[in-house]
């Protein structure tokens, strides 16, 4: 059976972005039968970009009892959390020692990082760790700890999935074929929802809606959204309209066309941003109970996660031991 697996960082907390483009579609493939889905709370990749201890702590703790309130089936999925995997550390050291420099001085992020120094004038490498240098290592150890055939990633990650195949292929080269080579998936069918001033959702844009707002806030969020000054009775393009994007990523085909109609007839933004509410929230608001009383009990997300560890400990720690074995890491006797 194929292999699916991806991986959350544990900064910040979910949004309806993340909700509509990630989350979503993941729950549904953990409910489908025909392949294996491993989703992990990716908590060493959160010491990349926050030293913030409490802040690491409290957005797996939401992180997690999002993905477990939405009804997530984690007889089906494994759900666990990276740094509850000690072989994937030490997966990560191998791999380190097969990656390499010159593929990393490729990647994305860490290039942006010193664009960003010399466009203000600093040093190359000011305030760039090797955590952030490193990170696709520690992403193909991830990938590769459970030889997921496919990632569904977003776009911008799609680099990383293929260092991990450089990496593995460069690994199996050398000692063996020990990985499955994988793919990322990237599902252009989902929504890249835009956020509140109409740009992508993005919290680093600050132009969220957080998935499990409090009602009255939820509704004050969708009442912020950007719109223009026409009025109603005045026709409006629904293909321009952050109000009407976000409406479709939630509602049936023929809510979409009524919508659209709605709109071609002039229905006024107050009306149109009113029904997004109502829609949004219907669809929330049993799943945002479930996390507030989830929140309540940390010991029994904890549990979720020690029962997913195990489980994944089940593949990673006989197949860690092949590994070692094959890299002459063996006993002596
Ligand atoms: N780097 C990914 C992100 O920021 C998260 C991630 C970590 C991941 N490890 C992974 C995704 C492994 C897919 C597979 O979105």
Redesign the pocket.
Known sequence: MKTV?????TTGTPHLGNYVGAIKPAINSSRRGDVKPYFFL?DF?ALIKSQDPQAVQQSTREIAATWLALGLDTDNAVFYRQSDIPEIPELTWLLTCQAAKGLMNRAHAYKAAVQANEESGEDPDYAITMGLFSYPVL?AA??LMFNAHE?P??KD?IQ?VEMARDIAARFNHHYGEHFVLPEAKVDDHVAVLQGLDGRKMSKSYGNTIPLFLPEKQLKKHINKIKTNLLEPGEPKDPDTATVFQIWRAFATQEQTDTMRKEFENGIAWGEAKKQLFELVNDELKDARERYNELLENPGYIEEELKKGAEKAREYSTPFLQKLREAVGIRPLG
């Open positions: 697996l991806t991986g959350i960082t990716a990749h992403m991830d990938i990632v990633v977003g990650q990383h």
